[in-house]
Protein backbone atom coordinates (compact mmCIF):
# COMPACT_ATOMS: atom_id res chain seq x y z
CA UNK A 1 0.00 0.00 0.00
CA UNK A 2 1.83 3.34 -1.37
CA UNK A 3 2.45 6.68 0.07
CA UNK A 4 2.34 8.38 -3.64
CA UNK A 5 0.06 10.80 -5.03
CA UNK A 6 -2.70 9.80 -7.48
CA UNK A 7 -4.35 12.25 -9.45
CA UNK A 8 -7.09 13.12 -12.48
CA UNK A 9 -4.36 13.84 -15.65
CA UNK A 10 -5.52 15.43 -18.76
CA UNK A 11 -5.37 12.95 -21.27
CA UNK A 12 -3.95 15.89 -23.60
CA UNK A 13 -0.57 15.72 -23.20
CA UNK A 14 -0.01 19.37 -24.09
CA UNK A 15 -2.39 20.79 -21.56
CA UNK A 16 -2.24 18.42 -18.64
CA UNK A 17 1.53 19.51 -18.27
CA UNK A 18 0.34 23.08 -18.05
CA UNK A 19 -1.21 21.64 -13.76
CA UNK A 20 1.20 21.46 -11.31
CA UNK A 21 0.88 19.21 -8.35
CA UNK A 22 0.16 21.82 -6.40
CA UNK A 23 -3.52 23.51 -8.12
CA UNK A 24 -4.39 19.63 -7.72
CA UNK A 25 -3.85 19.72 -4.44
CA UNK A 26 -5.20 23.11 -3.59
CA UNK A 27 -8.44 23.15 -1.93
CA UNK A 28 -10.70 24.84 -4.65
CA UNK A 29 -9.66 21.81 -6.90
CA UNK A 30 -10.21 19.71 -4.47
CA UNK A 31 -14.01 20.36 -3.44
CA UNK A 32 -14.77 20.14 -7.08
CA UNK A 33 -13.85 16.63 -6.77
CA UNK A 34 -15.94 13.93 -5.28
CA UNK A 35 -14.44 12.64 -2.03
CA UNK A 36 -15.39 8.94 -0.72
CA UNK A 37 -18.03 8.72 1.75
CA UNK A 38 -16.74 7.47 5.39
CA UNK A 39 -18.44 5.95 8.06
CA UNK A 40 -18.17 7.00 11.84
CA UNK A 41 -17.47 4.46 14.05
CA UNK A 42 -14.38 2.30 15.82
CA UNK A 43 -13.24 0.35 13.51
CA UNK A 44 -13.23 -2.66 16.20
CA UNK A 45 -16.57 -2.81 16.31
CA UNK A 46 -16.98 -4.34 13.31
CA UNK A 47 -13.67 -5.48 12.43
CA UNK A 48 -11.55 -8.09 14.24
CA UNK A 49 -7.41 -6.99 13.95
CA UNK A 50 -5.46 -9.99 13.70
CA UNK A 51 -2.38 -8.78 13.33
CA UNK A 52 0.07 -6.21 11.75
CA UNK A 53 0.80 -6.64 7.88
CA UNK A 54 3.42 -3.38 8.29
CA UNK A 55 3.97 -0.16 9.91
CA UNK A 56 5.38 2.41 8.32
CA UNK A 57 5.83 6.39 8.74
CA UNK A 58 2.63 6.96 7.21
CA UNK A 59 0.60 4.23 7.99
CA UNK A 60 0.35 0.70 10.09
CA UNK A 61 -1.80 -2.24 7.70
CA UNK A 62 -3.33 -4.81 9.68
CA UNK A 63 -4.70 -8.44 8.32
CA UNK A 64 -8.07 -7.98 9.97
CA UNK A 65 -11.66 -10.40 9.86
CA UNK A 66 -15.02 -8.50 9.25
CA UNK A 67 -17.22 -9.86 12.31
CA UNK A 68 -20.65 -10.61 10.87
CA UNK A 69 -19.43 -12.18 7.88
CA UNK A 70 -16.06 -13.46 7.84
CA UNK A 71 -14.23 -12.15 5.50
CA UNK A 72 -10.83 -11.30 5.37
CA UNK A 73 -9.87 -7.71 4.83
CA UNK A 74 -6.58 -5.29 4.88
CA UNK A 75 -7.06 -2.12 7.20
CA UNK A 76 -4.87 0.63 6.59
CA UNK A 77 -4.91 3.29 9.97
CA UNK A 78 -4.13 6.68 9.05
CA UNK A 79 -3.53 8.77 11.68
CA UNK A 80 -4.90 12.53 11.35
CA UNK A 81 -2.35 13.93 13.33
CA UNK A 82 -0.05 13.17 9.92
CA UNK A 83 -2.07 14.49 7.65
CA UNK A 84 -2.93 18.76 7.13
CA UNK A 85 -6.32 19.67 5.85
CA UNK A 86 -5.17 19.95 2.37
CA UNK A 87 -3.75 16.33 2.26
CA UNK A 88 -6.57 15.05 4.08
CA UNK A 89 -8.79 15.98 1.29
CA UNK A 90 -6.35 14.77 -1.12
CA UNK A 91 -6.66 11.60 0.23
CA UNK A 92 -10.36 11.05 0.09
CA UNK A 93 -10.66 12.31 -3.18
CA UNK A 94 -8.33 10.20 -4.37
CA UNK A 95 -9.62 6.96 -3.09
CA UNK A 96 -12.91 8.05 -4.53
CA UNK A 97 -10.78 8.00 -7.65
CA UNK A 98 -9.18 4.63 -6.86
CA UNK A 99 -12.81 3.23 -5.64
CA UNK A 100 -14.22 3.89 -9.05
CA UNK A 101 -11.64 1.95 -11.03
CA UNK A 102 -12.70 -2.09 -11.76
CA UNK A 103 -9.69 -3.90 -13.17
CA UNK A 104 -8.41 -7.34 -12.23
CA UNK A 105 -5.01 -6.07 -11.58
CA UNK A 106 -6.38 -3.16 -9.02
CA UNK A 107 -6.90 -3.62 -5.58
CA UNK A 108 -10.30 -3.17 -4.40
CA UNK A 109 -11.30 -0.98 -1.60
CA UNK A 110 -14.43 -1.68 0.42
CA UNK A 111 -14.83 1.51 2.61
CA UNK A 112 -12.85 3.98 5.09
CA UNK A 113 -14.19 3.90 8.16
CA UNK A 114 -13.76 7.17 10.19
CA UNK A 115 -12.64 7.46 14.06
CA UNK A 116 -11.79 10.45 16.08
CA UNK A 117 -8.22 10.21 15.43
CA UNK A 118 -7.81 8.02 12.61
CA UNK A 119 -9.34 7.07 9.00
CA UNK A 120 -8.65 3.55 8.32
CA UNK A 121 -9.01 2.02 4.74
CA UNK A 122 -10.57 -1.09 4.34
CA UNK A 123 -9.61 -3.00 1.17
CA UNK A 124 -9.18 -6.59 -0.20
CA UNK A 125 -6.39 -9.05 1.39
CA UNK A 126 -3.36 -9.85 -0.69
CA UNK A 127 -1.42 -12.05 0.85
CA UNK A 128 1.67 -12.84 -1.91
CA UNK A 129 4.19 -10.00 -1.05
CA UNK A 130 5.23 -6.85 -3.27
CA UNK A 131 7.12 -7.27 -6.41
CA UNK A 132 10.35 -6.12 -4.94
CA UNK A 133 10.45 -9.26 -2.45
CA UNK A 134 10.26 -11.07 -5.49
CA UNK A 135 12.75 -9.48 -7.56
CA UNK A 136 15.08 -9.58 -4.25
CA UNK A 137 14.42 -13.15 -3.62
CA UNK A 138 15.03 -13.99 -7.37
CA UNK A 139 18.05 -12.00 -8.40
CA UNK A 140 17.16 -11.13 -11.83
CA UNK A 141 13.74 -12.33 -13.75
CA UNK A 142 13.87 -13.86 -17.00
CA UNK A 143 12.42 -12.17 -19.99
CA UNK A 144 9.46 -13.99 -19.94
CA UNK A 145 8.91 -13.68 -16.44
CA UNK A 146 9.08 -10.21 -16.48
CA UNK A 147 7.04 -9.27 -19.39
CA UNK A 148 3.88 -11.18 -18.25
CA UNK A 149 4.92 -8.68 -15.11
CA UNK A 150 5.22 -5.76 -17.28
CA UNK A 151 1.53 -6.89 -19.17
CA UNK A 152 0.02 -7.16 -16.23
CA UNK A 153 1.54 -3.26 -14.15
CA UNK A 154 0.28 -1.74 -17.47
CA UNK A 155 -3.00 -3.12 -18.31
CA UNK A 156 -4.09 -1.71 -15.24
CA UNK A 157 -1.74 1.66 -16.36
CA UNK A 158 -3.26 1.97 -19.23
CA UNK A 159 -7.19 1.21 -18.34
CA UNK A 160 -6.36 3.76 -16.00
CA UNK A 161 -5.10 6.37 -17.78
CA UNK A 162 -7.85 5.86 -19.95
CA UNK A 163 -10.02 6.42 -17.39
CA UNK A 164 -8.06 10.45 -16.48
CA UNK A 165 -6.40 8.72 -13.40
CA UNK A 166 -2.16 8.77 -13.43
CA UNK A 167 -0.80 7.38 -10.26
CA UNK A 168 2.75 9.57 -10.10
CA UNK A 169 4.74 7.60 -8.40
CA UNK A 170 4.45 3.46 -9.13
CA UNK A 171 6.98 1.34 -7.72
CA UNK A 172 7.62 -2.57 -6.64
CA UNK A 173 6.50 -1.78 -3.18
CA UNK A 174 3.64 -0.95 -4.09
CA UNK A 175 2.94 -3.66 -6.76
CA UNK A 176 1.26 -6.84 -4.20
CA UNK A 177 0.66 -10.11 -5.38
CA UNK A 178 -2.90 -11.47 -4.28
CA UNK A 179 -1.51 -14.99 -3.04
CA UNK A 180 1.88 -16.90 -3.00
CA UNK A 181 0.62 -19.04 -5.84
CA UNK A 182 3.47 -18.73 -8.67
CA UNK A 183 0.46 -17.51 -11.32
CA UNK A 184 -0.97 -15.28 -8.56
CA UNK A 185 -2.45 -11.95 -10.34
CA UNK A 186 0.15 -8.84 -9.68
CA UNK A 187 -2.21 -5.48 -7.94
CA UNK A 188 -1.81 -1.74 -7.66
CA UNK A 189 -2.50 -0.95 -4.53
CA UNK A 190 -1.31 2.78 -4.19
CA UNK A 191 -3.90 5.25 -3.12
CA UNK A 192 -2.21 8.48 -2.64
CA UNK A 193 -1.88 8.65 0.95
CA UNK A 194 1.34 11.37 2.01
CA UNK A 195 2.00 12.89 5.14
CA UNK A 196 2.34 16.57 5.86
CA UNK A 197 4.77 18.07 3.65
CA UNK A 198 7.26 19.98 4.93
CA UNK A 199 8.12 23.28 3.89
CA UNK A 200 11.68 22.84 3.91
CA UNK A 201 11.71 19.45 2.11
CA UNK A 202 9.99 18.58 -1.09
CA UNK A 203 7.89 15.54 -0.23
CA UNK A 204 9.10 13.91 -3.46
CA UNK A 205 12.63 14.05 -2.28
CA UNK A 206 11.73 12.15 1.48
CA UNK A 207 9.58 9.45 -0.82
CA UNK A 208 11.44 6.07 -0.82
CA UNK A 209 10.15 5.85 -4.25
CA UNK A 210 12.67 8.69 -5.60
CA UNK A 211 14.56 5.96 -8.17
CA UNK A 212 10.79 5.62 -9.72
CA UNK A 213 9.64 9.12 -10.62
CA UNK A 214 9.77 10.21 -13.39
CA UNK A 215 12.31 13.76 -13.98
CA UNK A 216 9.12 15.96 -14.89
CA UNK A 217 7.48 15.30 -11.61
CA UNK A 218 9.96 16.97 -9.34
CA UNK A 219 9.10 20.26 -11.68
CA UNK A 220 5.56 19.41 -10.54
CA UNK A 221 4.32 19.74 -13.89
CA UNK A 222 3.40 16.19 -15.41
CA UNK A 223 1.01 13.90 -17.38
CA UNK A 224 0.24 10.33 -17.41
CA UNK A 225 3.10 9.42 -19.05
CA UNK A 226 5.37 9.81 -15.96
CA UNK A 227 3.55 6.23 -15.04
CA UNK A 228 5.18 4.81 -18.14
CA UNK A 229 8.82 6.07 -17.40
CA UNK A 230 7.73 4.79 -13.43
CA UNK A 231 7.17 0.95 -15.11
CA UNK A 232 10.03 1.30 -17.51
CA UNK A 233 12.38 1.87 -14.57
CA UNK A 234 10.58 -1.26 -12.48
CA UNK A 235 11.47 -3.64 -15.77
CA UNK A 236 14.90 -2.59 -15.16
CA UNK A 237 15.09 -3.52 -11.95
CA UNK A 238 13.31 -6.87 -13.13
CA UNK A 239 15.95 -7.85 -15.34
CA UNK A 240 19.16 -6.52 -13.65
CA UNK A 241 18.08 -6.63 -10.35
CA UNK A 242 18.90 -2.74 -9.52
CA UNK A 243 17.07 0.50 -10.45
CA UNK A 244 18.76 2.62 -13.04
CA UNK A 245 19.18 5.55 -10.91
CA UNK A 246 21.32 5.49 -7.63
CA UNK A 247 23.53 7.70 -5.58
CA UNK A 248 24.24 8.62 -2.25
CA UNK A 249 21.93 11.46 -1.49
CA UNK A 250 18.26 12.14 -3.01
CA UNK A 251 19.66 15.17 -4.75
CA UNK A 252 22.52 13.19 -6.15
CA UNK A 253 19.74 10.14 -7.53
CA UNK A 254 17.52 12.95 -8.96
CA UNK A 255 20.80 14.15 -11.06
CA UNK A 256 21.04 11.49 -12.39
CA UNK A 257 17.12 10.85 -12.86
CA UNK A 258 16.88 14.19 -15.01
CA UNK A 259 19.86 13.41 -17.17
CA UNK A 260 18.31 10.08 -17.82
CA UNK A 261 21.09 7.93 -19.26
CA UNK A 262 20.91 4.43 -18.82
CA UNK A 263 23.30 2.13 -19.60
CA UNK A 264 22.50 -0.99 -21.61
CA UNK A 265 25.42 -2.30 -23.18
CA UNK A 266 27.54 -3.97 -20.56
CA UNK A 267 27.50 -6.48 -18.62
CA UNK A 268 24.49 -8.29 -17.85
CA UNK A 269 22.89 -6.29 -20.76
CA UNK A 270 24.87 -8.31 -23.39
CA UNK A 271 22.41 -11.30 -22.22
CA UNK A 272 19.19 -9.44 -22.78
CA UNK A 273 17.27 -9.14 -25.92
CA UNK A 274 17.35 -6.49 -28.32
CA UNK A 275 13.42 -6.08 -28.09
CA UNK A 276 13.58 -5.29 -24.55
CA UNK A 277 16.36 -2.77 -24.26
CA UNK A 278 14.06 -1.32 -27.25
CA UNK A 279 11.34 -0.86 -24.58
CA UNK A 280 13.66 0.12 -21.90
CA UNK A 281 14.82 3.33 -24.11
CA UNK A 282 11.17 4.30 -24.73
CA UNK A 283 10.03 4.38 -21.22
CA UNK A 284 13.00 5.41 -19.71
CA UNK A 285 13.09 8.31 -22.34
CA UNK A 286 13.83 11.88 -20.75
CA UNK A 287 11.05 13.94 -23.14
CA UNK A 288 7.61 12.97 -21.73
CA UNK A 289 6.36 13.70 -25.66
CA UNK A 290 8.60 11.38 -26.82
CA UNK A 291 8.05 8.27 -24.50
CA UNK A 292 5.79 5.91 -25.10
CA UNK A 293 2.28 5.53 -24.31
CA UNK A 294 0.46 3.19 -21.82
CA UNK A 295 -1.14 1.57 -24.97
CA UNK A 296 2.18 1.76 -26.93
CA UNK A 297 3.71 -0.64 -24.17
CA UNK A 298 1.07 -2.79 -24.28
CA UNK A 299 1.59 -3.21 -28.14
CA UNK A 300 5.30 -3.45 -28.09
CA UNK A 301 7.21 -6.06 -29.90
CA UNK A 302 8.77 -7.46 -27.03
CA UNK A 303 5.48 -7.97 -25.18
CA UNK A 304 3.80 -9.48 -27.49
CA UNK A 305 6.44 -11.79 -28.14
CA UNK A 306 6.67 -13.05 -24.73
CA UNK A 307 2.61 -12.31 -23.73
CA UNK A 308 -0.04 -11.94 -26.19
CA UNK A 309 1.12 -14.58 -28.38
CA UNK A 310 0.68 -16.94 -25.34
CA UNK A 311 -2.14 -15.83 -23.64
CA UNK A 312 -4.23 -18.83 -22.89
CA UNK A 313 -7.49 -18.88 -25.49
CA UNK A 314 -10.44 -19.29 -23.32
CA UNK A 315 -13.42 -18.87 -25.65
CA UNK A 316 -16.86 -17.77 -24.27
CA UNK A 317 -18.29 -20.98 -23.35
CA UNK A 318 -22.16 -21.16 -24.17
CA UNK A 319 -23.02 -20.88 -20.18
CA UNK A 320 -21.57 -17.32 -19.60
CA UNK A 321 -22.47 -16.13 -23.28
CA UNK A 322 -25.82 -17.19 -22.28
CA UNK A 323 -25.62 -15.04 -19.32
CA UNK A 324 -24.53 -12.03 -20.92
CA UNK A 325 -27.23 -12.27 -23.72
CA UNK A 326 -29.91 -12.55 -21.10
CA UNK A 327 -28.83 -9.90 -18.38
CA UNK A 328 -31.30 -7.39 -18.22
CA UNK A 329 -30.46 -5.10 -15.31
CA UNK A 330 -30.39 -1.83 -16.97
CA UNK A 331 -31.04 0.88 -14.41
CA UNK A 332 -27.51 1.88 -13.26
CA UNK A 333 -29.02 1.83 -9.32
CA UNK A 334 -29.54 -2.19 -10.28
CA UNK A 335 -26.33 -2.58 -11.56
CA UNK A 336 -24.51 -0.47 -8.94
CA UNK A 337 -26.13 -2.96 -6.55
CA UNK A 338 -25.16 -6.00 -8.35
CA UNK A 339 -21.84 -5.09 -8.73
CA UNK A 340 -21.77 -4.60 -4.37
CA UNK A 341 -22.98 -7.92 -3.93
CA UNK A 342 -20.48 -9.70 -6.54
CA UNK A 343 -17.50 -8.06 -5.14
CA UNK A 344 -18.46 -8.98 -2.17
CA UNK A 345 -19.70 -13.12 -2.57
CA UNK A 346 -17.79 -14.01 -5.39
CA UNK A 347 -15.20 -16.94 -4.46
CA UNK A 348 -11.43 -16.70 -5.02
CA UNK A 349 -11.93 -20.05 -7.30
CA UNK A 350 -14.94 -18.50 -9.33
CA UNK A 351 -13.28 -15.00 -9.58
CA UNK A 352 -10.22 -16.13 -11.17
CA UNK A 353 -12.01 -18.26 -13.91
CA UNK A 354 -14.15 -15.25 -14.97
CA UNK A 355 -11.13 -12.99 -15.00
CA UNK A 356 -9.26 -15.23 -17.09
CA UNK A 357 -12.05 -15.03 -19.83
CA UNK A 358 -12.39 -11.53 -18.88
CA UNK A 359 -8.73 -11.02 -20.01
CA UNK A 360 -8.90 -13.46 -23.01
CA UNK A 361 -11.70 -11.30 -24.56
CA UNK A 362 -9.75 -8.03 -23.86
CA UNK A 363 -7.46 -8.51 -26.58
CA UNK A 364 -6.41 -4.79 -26.76
CA UNK A 365 -5.42 -4.93 -23.15
CA UNK A 366 -7.22 -1.61 -22.33
CA UNK A 367 -9.23 -2.64 -19.36
CA UNK A 368 -12.61 -3.43 -21.29
CA UNK A 369 -14.20 -5.42 -23.59
CA UNK A 370 -15.41 -3.89 -26.58
CA UNK A 371 -18.75 -4.72 -29.01
CA UNK A 372 -15.57 -6.46 -31.40
CA UNK A 373 -13.52 -8.23 -28.65
CA UNK A 374 -17.15 -10.01 -27.63
CA UNK A 375 -18.12 -10.81 -31.30
CA UNK A 376 -14.59 -12.65 -31.70
CA UNK A 377 -14.62 -14.52 -28.73
CA UNK A 378 -17.72 -15.96 -29.47
CA UNK A 379 -16.75 -16.75 -32.94
CA UNK A 380 -16.31 -20.58 -32.02
CA UNK A 381 -19.70 -20.80 -30.14
CA UNK A 382 -22.20 -22.43 -32.04
CA UNK A 383 -25.61 -20.91 -31.26
CA UNK A 384 -28.68 -20.38 -32.87
CA UNK A 385 -29.06 -17.94 -30.15
CA UNK A 386 -29.66 -14.32 -32.16
CA UNK A 387 -26.71 -11.88 -30.93
CA UNK A 388 -27.68 -8.13 -30.43
CA UNK A 389 -23.91 -7.10 -29.60
CA UNK A 390 -24.93 -3.44 -28.67
CA UNK A 391 -27.94 -4.64 -26.71
CA UNK A 392 -25.41 -6.68 -24.37
CA UNK A 393 -22.67 -3.70 -24.06
CA UNK A 394 -25.41 -1.54 -23.02
CA UNK A 395 -26.65 -3.82 -20.27
CA UNK A 396 -22.97 -5.26 -19.11
CA UNK A 397 -22.14 -1.29 -19.02
CA UNK A 398 -21.73 -0.06 -15.47
CA UNK A 399 -20.73 3.57 -15.79
CA UNK A 400 -22.93 4.32 -18.77
CA UNK A 401 -19.10 4.60 -20.72
CA UNK A 402 -20.22 2.20 -23.84
CA UNK A 403 -17.72 -0.63 -22.74
CA UNK A 404 -18.49 -3.48 -20.64
CA UNK A 405 -15.39 -2.94 -17.99
CA UNK A 406 -14.20 -5.74 -15.04
CA UNK A 407 -16.85 -4.70 -13.05
CA UNK A 408 -19.65 -5.14 -15.41
CA UNK A 409 -18.54 -8.49 -16.46
CA UNK A 410 -18.97 -9.77 -13.50
CA UNK A 411 -21.86 -9.11 -12.79
CA UNK A 412 -23.33 -10.24 -16.00
CA UNK A 413 -22.06 -12.88 -16.19
CA UNK A 414 -22.97 -14.33 -12.38
CA UNK A 415 -25.82 -17.07 -12.34
CA UNK A 416 -27.63 -14.70 -10.42
CA UNK A 417 -30.62 -17.42 -10.08
CA UNK A 418 -28.23 -19.82 -8.36
CA UNK A 419 -26.36 -17.48 -6.19
CA UNK A 420 -29.78 -16.11 -4.57
CA UNK A 421 -30.44 -19.49 -3.52
CA UNK A 422 -26.93 -19.77 -1.51
CA UNK A 423 -26.19 -18.03 2.09
CA UNK A 424 -23.47 -16.13 0.56
CA UNK A 425 -25.87 -13.85 -0.62
CA UNK A 426 -26.84 -13.15 2.81
CA UNK A 427 -23.52 -12.41 3.51
CA UNK A 428 -23.09 -9.46 1.22
CA UNK A 429 -25.29 -7.57 4.09
CA UNK A 430 -23.87 -8.82 7.36
CA UNK A 431 -22.10 -5.87 7.99
CA UNK A 432 -25.27 -3.51 7.05
CA UNK A 433 -27.62 -5.38 9.81
CA UNK A 434 -28.90 -3.42 12.06
CA UNK A 435 -31.13 -6.56 13.76
CA UNK A 436 -30.88 -10.43 14.04
CA UNK A 437 -33.77 -11.07 11.67
CA UNK A 438 -32.00 -10.14 8.40
CA UNK A 439 -33.30 -6.30 8.82
CA UNK A 440 -30.43 -3.40 6.92
CA UNK A 441 -29.97 -0.01 7.27
CA UNK A 442 -31.34 1.96 3.82
CA UNK A 443 -28.78 4.96 5.05
CA UNK A 444 -25.61 1.99 5.55
CA UNK A 445 -26.57 0.63 2.14
CA UNK A 446 -26.72 4.11 0.35
CA UNK A 447 -23.46 4.82 1.97
CA UNK A 448 -21.90 1.85 0.42
CA UNK A 449 -23.65 1.84 -3.18
CA UNK A 450 -21.47 5.02 -4.44
CA UNK A 451 -22.10 7.10 -7.45
CA UNK A 452 -25.49 7.56 -7.61
CA UNK A 453 -28.41 10.50 -7.99
CA UNK A 454 -30.42 11.14 -4.96
CA UNK A 455 -33.50 10.65 -7.07
CA UNK A 456 -32.60 7.16 -8.31
CA UNK A 457 -32.74 6.21 -4.18
CA UNK A 458 -35.98 7.90 -3.70
CA UNK A 459 -37.14 5.98 -6.27
CA UNK A 460 -35.47 2.74 -4.82
CA UNK A 461 -36.84 3.63 -1.24
CA UNK A 462 -40.56 4.06 -2.21
CA UNK A 463 -40.69 0.94 -3.70
CA UNK A 464 -38.37 -1.09 -1.42
CA UNK A 465 -39.25 0.91 1.75
CA UNK A 466 -43.06 1.81 1.28
CA UNK A 467 -43.48 2.45 5.11
CA UNK A 468 -40.11 4.84 5.33
CA UNK A 469 -38.83 3.59 8.45
CA UNK A 470 -35.38 3.71 7.04
CA UNK A 471 -34.64 -0.21 7.39
CA UNK A 472 -34.87 -2.79 4.53
CA UNK A 473 -34.87 -6.86 4.69
CA UNK A 474 -32.83 -8.90 2.64
CA UNK A 475 -35.65 -11.12 1.39
CA UNK A 476 -37.18 -8.06 -0.09
CA UNK A 477 -33.98 -6.98 -1.59
CA UNK A 478 -33.51 -10.34 -3.19
CA UNK A 479 -37.58 -10.31 -4.43
CA UNK A 480 -36.58 -6.69 -5.87
CA UNK A 481 -33.28 -7.34 -7.62
CA UNK A 482 -35.09 -10.70 -8.75
CA UNK A 483 -37.96 -9.05 -10.29
CA UNK A 484 -35.82 -6.45 -11.77
CA UNK A 485 -33.10 -9.43 -13.55
CA UNK A 486 -36.25 -11.30 -14.58
CA UNK A 487 -37.99 -8.18 -16.23
CA UNK A 488 -37.86 -8.31 -20.49
Not at 248 to 258: A, L, R, W
Not at 420 to 438: D, H, L, V
Amino acid sequence: MGCCNSSIANQNPVQSRKTSISSLGSQKNLKQKPRIPTRKGQIRDTYEIILIISSEGFGTVFKAIEKRSGYMRAIKEIQKSKLDLNSEEQMLCELEMLRSLHHPNIMKIFEVVESEFSYYIVTELLVGGDLSQKILSEIRFGEKLAAKYTQEIMTAVNYSHSNSVTFGCLKPEMLLFEAKDPDALLKITDFGVTQKPSEETNFFVKSEGIYYQAPEVFSGIFDSKCDVWSVGVIIYFMLCGRPPFVGSTPQEVIGYIKKGNIELNKGIWSHVSQEAKDLLRKTIEIDPEKRISAQEVLDHPWIKKHIFNEIEDVPLNHQIFEQLCNFRAKSKLDKKILAFIAARVQTFREESELRKLFKSLDTNGDGVISRQEILEGSKLLATSQQIDLDQIIENCDSDNCGRMDYSGFLVASTNWSLLFQKQEFEKAFQAYNITSNGYLSLNEFKRSIYGLEEAEWEKFSEEIDKNHEGIISVASLKDYLLKRLSSR
